[in-house]
């Protein structure tokens, strides 16, 4: 399996669509990455494609210096059984209005 990067977003590439996307953007005011959604099609599920694309995200955040708000409930699940990834978790992992 392999993760590519595009613009805003980490994806696993099928023949014809997307098997596994994270998608991100970064928060205008602090700069954080805010994952917004996680999506792992029927073929991938259970093959730990969604923990790769967190992690592919928390590795862009410790290369880049930035933190993450995981907005997504996947991603957030994630947050909480990888307590190695507290060191990029922006606060208390919510977002601030």
Do not use: N, W
């Not at 029927?42 to 923990?51: H, N, T």
């Not at 699940?77 to 990029?88: A, I, M, R, S, T």
Request: aromatic share 8%; charged share 30%; with cysteine.
């Amino acid at each position: 399996m392999k993760i590519q990067h595009g613009e805003g977003r980490f994806f696993v590439a099928g023949d014809d669509k997307d098997l596994a996307e994270i998608t991100y953007a970064a928060d205008e005011t602090t700069g954080d990455l805010v994952i917004d959604h996680t999506f792992v099609s029927e073929e991938l599920r259970g093959q730990g494609a969604g923990e790769d694309l967190v992690k592919a995200v928390v590795d862009k955040a410790r290369a880049e210096h930035l933190k993450i708000v995981p907005e997504c409930s996947y991603a957030a699940h994630q947050f909480k059984k990888h307590p190695e990834y507290q060191d990029v978790l922006s606060g208390d992992g919510s977002r601030s209005s």
